[in-house]
Structure formats: structure tokens, C-alpha cells
């Protein structure tokens, strides 16, 4: 409750933060439009439009879904991490606002090389680029996206620093970082990520934008390297926002603290620039310019790059679990007075579980041996819209359902259809996963536009089933999410405060009645996520022993 | 009681170290994380590229995505 109600949302930050949601909005719109177009492509039953658009679409989506949108979404969270959350206004706001401005620019250059036919996806790769005369429309965007994302996150950086009195002092830094929610200490620990890849993206992209309009040579083999190395990085700062969103959510859905040291919980967050860096190899397992003791020691690397999100993940359920226990409920019994009917605490439920999905077919992907099996196939589509529409999207969903209304001091519009929202969705990305995997194990490729005539019969029911029922239901549960958004700021009942806007989203638990300290059930997800992942890798192996040909 | 407010500080000093301490392991993340981050970021490939070299020099010229590429004719 204290988070809640320490909440005061200023006119400057009211404006920067709508002007964010509302252009991030705008951008997941037209990302999910491209994924409908894609779906009336690929999908057997519903092929209606001719194959050529399907590249123009899975660029589009890619894009803007993958890169603009968590980029935008991000950037935003990252300026309530520095301001609505500790009370303190940006060091500038004219900063802040040219940086949203480069970043729109942006991503109106990408939707304009999208429309124009520049069908390169998100690779954006060197050999492929050549073949379009507008590719520098989309290396620029990137570079522009970069740069926009940089003055924010300088602003960021020099708000923070300004919010310690004595900058010489350890004393006076461990008093600022006991003062911050753990959501903001999770944006201090990602700036150790996000900076590096910001670079890199500016330097890489700068170079290929140049190459693109006739100024420079480019290695692609560099260039393809140096993509997999800022993707890698660029993608793990939706698995520490999403962790860090979780922390806000816990609190202001459920009224649930940490039972545990909050030290502890901001502690773990510096663990992803330690485990995430060496990861990169994972994407190279099917390179065969990579040797294989780098391609081995990556692996083996990679398994640990789960561990952080493992332990928030029971930090989270546990502070569930103690808060619920606290209020008297029984040992089991708890998890139905969770208040599930909360579009924000049902968002972060689904999140986590659909990030669980996601995650236990990554650690299949990432092995060394597994990886050349399954690379390239429907497996990988398959694996990342849990992970990413999921995981990441599904949560920062449920941030928006508080943020949305608290920012506009309206009332959410449409709670009846966002109670469901969450769950329906979640489903549907799983349903796609499952169906998907099975698509891919079959052997249907990613990136086609169709089966071909000689399609195993299979691969139809598959993909029918992965894409046809999956992919669009998790679409049409994606405009009813834009649909409440737009509506709750156009028909949504004005009110006084952010957190009478917010009351009527879902009860709190009982007053807390007794101490309650420990937290058994809690350990169930990683458990079962450890179980899963060697279970999943056996089934995995065998498969791979039953091919008629043996990789060695 | 007298027992208590000890309790009570010997937690506060506790709680105190440990923000210290994690101000100590945010500055060794910032270099050994940050500068790790940035060193791959910026030097894998060139690692990665000498690496294969070394176990397989004959084929790394031989690889056509190895050619400088210049910009295309086609446009579009």
C-alpha cells in the first residue's frame, strides 16, 4: 500500500510519460496489424493475401514490435524508475522530450521503409540489404532509436546521481539505495547493460547506414557478428524491466513486501551483467566460423543466465505467499483469495508463467548440440512470443493498467474485458508455443511465407493450429488491451487523485492478522522450472538420437 | 527495554553494512560487469574472428559474407 500511496504524478511527468504511452501505443498497434498480416499469409486455413507481402510484414512486426515498442516502453519505465516511484523530477525535461522526439522520428523512418518495401526484417542483414534501396531508411532508424534512447538515459543517469547529496561518499550511496523501491535499483543495475548495447547499436548501425547510402564498406561478417552481440544484450533488458515491473506489481496489486532482506532482491538484479555478457554465443550455435570449445564454454555459460530471474521469481512468490499467510490463510489455501480478477495482478501471473513457457524452451535452444536442430525452424518464433509477448508484454500490460489510469486520472474503461484479457491471452501465446514447437520439431521452417505443395500434412495441422488458433486469438486479445487503453482515455471517469483511479481495479488482501516469515510453496516454480528444463532436454536429446543423420 | 533498543541497533548496524555492501557490489558490478558487457560488445568479434582462424584458416577467406561488401544495384 505504501508505494501506492507515496504515488504524486507532476504535470511535467503526466505529460512526458502520456506522450510515451501514447506513441508506444500507436507503435504496438501497427506492430500487431503487421502480425494480423502475417497470420493471413502463413496460416494454411487462412491464407488470403499473396505470399510477396508476408516479408513486408514479418519486417514490419519485427521492428516495430521487438525493437520500437520495447524500446519506447522501456525508456518510459526507466523515467518512472527516476521520478514517480522516488518522488524526484528529471534532471531535464527538455532532454527527456528531445529524446522522444528522435525516438517518433524514428520509428516513423521504420514504418516508412516498412511501407515502402524495404523487406529486410529486424536482421537487417548486409548481403540481404543490398538488394533494397531504401535499407538506409532502416539503419537510420536504429541509429536515431539509439540515440533518442541515449538522451534518456543520460538524463537518467545525471537525475540519479543528482539525488545523492555526498557523491564521495559510500555512506551517503548506501543511504540512496536503501531509500529506492527495488523497480528503480533494477534500472541503476540495467544501465550496465543498456549502455554498452546503446553504443554498440550507434556504432554498428552508424557504420551500416553509412555503407547504405554509398559512404563506407561494411564486413558482413562483422556486422552479423556484431547484430548477434547488441541483440543478445538488447534483449535482456526486457527480462531485468519485466522483473523489476513485477517488484511494483506485487506491491500495489497485492500489498505484498519483501519477507526477505530487500538487499538481497536489489542484489540480485547486478547479477544479469554478469551472467548475461558471455550468453551472446548462443545465438552463433549454428555458425560454423565459431569454434566449437567457444561454442561449449557459451553453453555451458548460458545455463546460468536463467538464475537471477529464478530468484526474483521466488522472492515474488514468496512475498505472495508470506503476505497472504499473514493475512490467516492456510498453507494451500491462499492462492484462491489471490485477487485474481485484477487485470494488473492477473497481467503479472500470466506474465510470469507464460516467461516460464518461454524460458524452458530456451535452455532446449541455447545447448550446443540441441541448437543446430532446432535453429531456423518454427521452434524459435515458437519459443519467443511467450518469452517476449509473454513474458515482457503481457507484464508491462499490467503496469499500464495502473499506469494508463493514474496518469490520466481516469478510471479504467472496459475492466470487465481486461479482467479476462490477460488470461486469454496468455493462454493463446502458450497454446501457440506448443503447437508452434511441434511445427518446428516437424521440420517447418521460420521466415517462409508458405509450406510449399509438398508440405507433410503435419506441418498444415500444426500451423493451423499454432498460427490460425494461437497467434490469433493472442492478437485479438491484443487490440481488446488497445481498446481499453484508448477508451479509458477518452470515455474513462475523471477522478481526483492516481489512486482513486486505481481503487476499483481489485481488493487488497485482509489486514495482516500475525507474523508469517517463511516461504515454502514458493520454491515450486523453480523447482519445477529445474525439472522441466532436464526433462525437457531429455526428450529433446532423444529426438535428436532418433535422426536419421547424426551431427557430429 | 535496554535489551531491545540493543536488538533494535545491532539491526540497524546490520541493515546498514548491508546497504554498504551493496554499494560496494554495485561498483564491482559497474566494472567488472559494465567493462565486461562493453569489452564483448566491441571485441568479440575481433576474438571470435582470430579464434576461428587459428582452428580453421584455410576456408575464412573462402567465405563469400567475408568480402567487404559494397551497395547493391538493386533498388527497389
Known amino acids: 500500500m505504501d508505494l501506492l500511496q507515496s504515488i504524486r504524478i507532476g504535470a511535467d511527468d503526466r505529460r512526458l510519460l502520456g506522450a510515451f504511452a501514447a506513441v508506444g501505443l500507436v507503435i504496438m498497434s501497427l506492430g500487431g496489424l503487421f502480425a494480423l498480416q502475417m497470420k493471413l499469409v502463413r496460416t494454411p486455413a487462412l491464407a488470403v493475401l499473396p505470399a510477396p507481402t508476408y516479408y513486408q510484414a514479418l519486417t514490419g512486426h519485427g521492428i516495430l514490435m ?17 521520478t514517480v516511484l522516488i518522488g524526484r523530477r528529471l534532471w531535464s525535461y527538455r532532454l527527456a522530450w528531445a529524446g522522444l522526439g528522435v525516438m517518433t522520428l524514428a520509428a516513423a523512418l521504420a514504418l516508412a521503409g516498412v511501407l515502402r518495401g524495404v523487406n529486410i526484417t529486424y536482421h537487417a542483414t548486409i548481403p540481404l540489404a543490398q538488394q533494397y534501396g531504401g535499407a538506409w531508411m532502416i539503419f537510420l532508424s536504429f541509429v536515431l532509436l539509439a540515440a533518442g534512447m541515449t538522451l ?27 531509500s529506492l523501491p527495488v523497480a528503480s535499483f533494477a534500472a ?13 547499436a550507434l556504432r554498428m548501425f552508424g557504420l551500416a547506414f553509412l555503407w547504405s ?25 526486457p527480462a531485468l524491466t519485466l ?8 506491491e500495489v496489486t497485492a500489498d505484498a513486501r519483501s519477507v526477505y532482506a530487500k538487499q538481497v532482491a536489489k542484489a540480485l538484479f547486478l547479477l544479469y551483467p554478469i551472467f548475461v555478457p558471455p550468453t551472446f554465443v548462443y545465438h552463433l550455435l549454428a555458425d560454423p566460423n ?20 529464478l530468484l526474483h521469481t521466488f522472492i515474488i512468490a514468496g512475498m505472495l505467499e508470506a503476505r497472504m499467510r499473514q493475512a490467516g490463510y492456510g498453507a494451500i489455501g491462499w492462492l484462491r483469495h489471490l485477487p485474481w480478477g485484477n487485470p494488473a495482478f492477473g497481467s503479472l501471473i500470466v506474465g510470469l508463467v507464460t516467461l516460464f513457457v518461454g524460458g524452458l524452451m530456451a535452455y532446449a535452444l541455447l545447448q550446443e548440440q540441441l541448437a543446430p536442430m532446432l535453429h531456423n525452424t518454427f521452434v524459435v518464433p515458437a519459443y519467443v512470443h511467450p518469452i517476449a509477448a509473454g513474458g515482457a508484454n503481457i507484464t508491462y500490460m499490467g503496469a499500464l493498467y495502473y499506469g494508463v489510469p493514474a496518469l490520466l486520472g481516469r478510471r479504467l474503461w472496459g475492466l470487465r474485458i481486461a479482467r479476462w484479457q490477460p488470461y486469454v491471452m496468455g493462454a493463446a501465446l502458450i497454446w501457440m508455443a506448443v503447437f508452434g514447437a511441434a511445427a518446428g520439431l516437424a521440420g517447418v521452417p521460420r521466415r517462409y511465407a508458405d509450406l510449399g505443395p509438398d508440405a507433410p500434412a503435419a506441418w498444415t495441422l500444426w500451423m493451423n493450429l499454432s498460427l490460425g488458433v494461437g497467434a490469433m486469438v493472442a492478437i485479438a486479445t491484443g487490440v481488446a488491451f488497445v481498446w481499453v487503453m484508448l477508451m479509458t482515455a477518452v470515455r ?26 517463511w516461504t515454502p510453496l514458493a520454491l515450486v516454480p523453480a523447482v519445477m522450472f529445474v525439472v522441466g528444463v532436464i526433462t525437457l532436454t531429455v526428450m529433446a536429446f532423444q529426438r535428436l538420437w532418433a535422426l536419421p543423420i547424426q551431427m557430429r | 527495554m535496554a535489551s531491545d533498543a540493543m536488538d533494535r541497533t545491532e539491526q540497524s548496524d546490520a541493515v546498514e553494512r548491508a546497504d554498504r555492501v551493496l554499494v560496494w557490489l554495485w561498483l564491482l558490478t559497474f566494472i567488472v560487469g559494465g567493462v565486461a558487457t562493453t569489452a564483448v560488445v566491441f571485441g568479440a568479434d575481433i576474438v571470435l574472428t582470430r579464434a576461428s582462424q587459428r582452428t580453421d584458416p584455410a576456408h575464412t577467406d573462402d567465405h563469400p559474407a567475408a568480402e567487404p ?4 544495384d538493386g533498388h527497389r
Open chain 1, 66 to 82: 521487438f525493437i520500437f515498442w520495447l524500446g519506447f516502453i522501456q525508456t518510459a519505465f526507466l523515467i518512472v524508475a527516476g
Open chain 1, 152 to 178: 534518456v538515459v543520460v538524463d537518467f543517469i545525471v537525475t540519479m546521481i543528482g539525488a545523492v547529496e555526498h557523491k564521495r561518499s559510500i555512506t551517503a550511496w548506501a543511504a540512496f539505495f536503501k
Open chain 1, 188 to 200: 541503476l543495475a540495467g544501465l550496465f547493460i543498456a549502455v554498452p548495447g546503446l553504443l554498440a
Open chain 1, 213 to 237: 547510402v554509398g559512404r563506407g564498406t561494411i564486413d558482413p561478417s562483422a556486422y552479423r557478428m556484431d547484430w548477434h552481440i547488441a541483440f543478445h544484450i538488447y534483449h535482456y533488458i
Open chain 1, 243 to 250: 522483473v523489476g515491473v513485477a517488484y511494483v506489481l506485487v
Open chain 1, 290 to 309: 565459431v569454434p566449437r570449445q567457444v561454442k561449449l564454454a557459451g553453453t555451458v555459460l548460458s545455463l546460468l543466465v536463467g538464475v537471477p530471474t
Open chain 1, 492 to 517: 474513462g471517469e475523471k477522478v481526483a487523485s492516481p489512486q482513486a483511479a486505481v481503487a476499483d481495479l481489485g481488493p487488497l488482501p485482509p489486514a495482516v492478522e500475525h507474523g508469517y516469515g
Open chain 2, 69 to 72: 561488401a559494397t551497395h547493391g
